[in-house]
Structure formats: C-alpha cells, structure tokens
C-alpha cells in the first residue's frame, strides 16, 4: 500500500512538473532548477554569447488578461486562450483590458538574451504555445514571485541607458504579478526621484491599470509625497483608470482642491471621462469658482467632453449667464463645435439679438 501511495505521489508530483512547463516550438528546449537567487541565475547566463530565451512561470492578478493574438500560426486554434503559438521572435504583447471575469490565471515571464545582454523582457498568459524562433530555449523552475519582483524592478531601474523596451516590459509584467511585493516595488520606482522619469511615470500608470485597491492607495501615497510637476500632472489620468470606487472622490478632490494649475486642470479632463454626473457638478463648480482662468477653460472644453444631452445645455447656460467673457467664448467656441441641433439654435439666436 505505501508503494502505491508513493508511486501515486511521484507520479503527480511529475504530472505538476510538467504542468508549469510551455509547450515550446522551433527551439532547443531544456529546464533547470533555479540555482540561488533568480537576479544570480539570469547572471549566470549572461556569461554565455549565445542567444538564449529564458522562461518562468509566475501566479497573476485574477483579473489579468494579456491578448497574444496578434501574430498566431493557426487562426482556428484558440486552445489555452491563445491563438496558435506565440512567436516569439516576431510578436509584441498586447494590453486587453477588456470584461474578464476573475479567475486564477498564471503568467509566463519570458527573458531574451542576446551575447549576454537583456534585450527583452514579455509577460504572456500561462498555457500559451510558444514559437522560439529556432532560439535555444531554457525554462527555470522553482522561481518565487518575489524574486521575480525584485529582478524585474532591478531590470526596469538599471536597464543600459534607461532602453524603453527593458524597461516597459519589465514594470508591465511586474505589475501582473499577484504578490503584494509588485505594488510595493512599482511604488518605489515611482517615488524614487534619481530614477529616470519616463520609468517613474510607467510605474504610476501600471499601478492604477492593474493594482486595484492597493495602487489606488498608492497613487494617494504618491499624490501626497511627491514634488515634481511633471509626475503630479500625470496623476490624474493614473487614477482615471483605476477600479477602485475612491478613483473618482480622489479625482474630484484634486480638480477642487490641489495648488497646481495643472493638476486641477487634468483631474477635471479626466473626471469628465469617468465620474458622468459627479463630473457635471464638478465642473460647473469650476467654472464658477476656480481662480485660474486656464482652468476655468479646461473646465469647458471637459464640459464639453460629455454626452450632449448633459454637455449641450451645460455649456449654453455658461456661455448665457457667466461673467467671464474669455469663458462665454470658451462655451460659444465648443457649441460650435458640437454640431448639435440645440447649440446651433442658440447660436443662431444669439447672432440675432
């Protein structure tokens, strides 16, 4: 019996093994342990002037979903959620953001090498077939999540001359990670001044795109924190394509209440986009009552961003009643605009007065 029930053990513990492998094509395939640390084994290949595709295999956000589709051998073949085999060689990642019910899903964290350099750095879905090109092909076994953080935050950090394809693919692929240890580097990157600001900007972006509750806690902790106009400008729109329900409240308090010009100016834009009637209210309120006419013009035109049953007779009730005639304009300048039946007659009315 106990033979049995370890033959039984081996025998799934050989079934899992293989389970975290991909189904690699065109290539040279080998897997091996992980020797030390993930930072320490990707050195060691390195070393070699081959190319080389490196491989592993991570736990992924819920609600995680990366389109490979767009390059496929066999367009009928949508087994494991891909279309045909992802070539490796030849296909970049695409983000789809699109309704996914929240199911546990797995990524694949794939390494390019090339005559020791890392020259590219790809998330794809777990369970995707995969073309290496005729490039040797080696998937590591054994790697924790927060290994993997901490190499891709080194990655996206040090990359040679800060190359935005290292370092794009090293934050996005962070950033599927279901560790709470990606929210905590992304907001590292992101606060840390010396670190270029393109690298600074992305890590802020992936933090609303995909971290949920916990990047929206961190876009606050970032709002309150850093100084750099340029950074805080971009907030705005971080938090517009977060989840979390306090994304819009944020919004709302950064367009009525930060000291940057800017920054109001933006969360208002982006309000518009998202808040629907909270966005009406907030507007219109700063129209009337922001002290800085830039913004009170950004106001209109994201006034003018809503749907036209709420936009149109917003903006004829500005351009009839406000005091400021630079903001009339603004309102006159985007009924225009509108092509819209009602703003067209009061257009049309206004000229004949």
Not at 230 to 238: G, V
Request: hydrophobic share 40%; net charge negative.
């Amino acid at each position: 019996m106990k033979r049995h029930l370890v033959a039984i053990i081996i025998c799934a513990s050989t079934v899992a093994l293989m389970a975290q492998q991909p189904k690699v094509s065109n290539a040279q395939f080998t897997v091996e342990p992980i020797g030390g640390t993930l930072t320490a084994t990707v050195d060691r290949f390195r070393r070699s002037a081959e190319q080389l595709w490196l491989g592993y295999e991570v736990q992924a956000l819920p609600q995680s979903h990366l389109s490979t589709c767009s390059n496929w051998s066999d367009s009928s073949a949508m087994d494991d959620g891909c279309c045909g085999e992802y070539r490796l060689e030849e296909t970049d990642y695409i983000v789809n953001k699109g309704d996914h019910s929240p199911t546990a899903q797995n990524i694949y964290i794939l390494l390019r090498l090339d005559h020791g350099q890392l020259i590219k750095i790809r998330p794809v879905m777990a369970g995707c077939h995969l073309d290496a090109g005729g490039v040797p092909f080696t998937w590591l076994t054994g790697v924790k999540p927060e290994e993997s953080v901490a190499f891709l935050a080194q990655a996206a950090t040090q990359a040679e001359s800060n190359r935005s394809r290292i370092v794009d693919g090293a934050l996005l692929s962070m950033s599927y990670h279901a560790t709470p240890e990606a929210t905590h580097a992304l907001t590292g990157i992101a606060s840390t001044s010396s670190t270029p600001m393109h690298t600074r900007e992305q890590a802020a972006f992936w933090l609303g795109v995909q971290r949920g509750r916990e990047g929206f806690l961190a876009l606050q902790d970032l709002e309150k924190k850093i100084a750099e106009p340029a950074l805080r400008e971009k907030l705005p729109f971080d938090f517009s394509q977060n989840s979390d329900p306090g994304a819009e409240d944020e919004l709302l308090h950064m367009a009525k209440f930060d000291a940057d010009t800017k920054v109001r100016e933006q969360a208002l834009f982006w309000l518009a986009q998202k808040a629907g009637k909270k966005a009406t209210a907030a507007l219109t309120d700063a129209i009337q009552n922001d002290p800085e006419t830039d913004v009170k013009k950004k106001a209109v035109f994201a006034l003018s961003q809503l749907p036209k049953d709420e936009s149109v007779p917003q903006l004829i009730h500005v351009a009839d009643t406000n005091s400021n005639p630079v903001i009339r304009k603004e309102a006159f300048f985007w009924l225009g605009q509108s092509q819209d039946p009602r703003a067209l007659a009061y257009l049309e009315q206004v000229l004949k007065r």
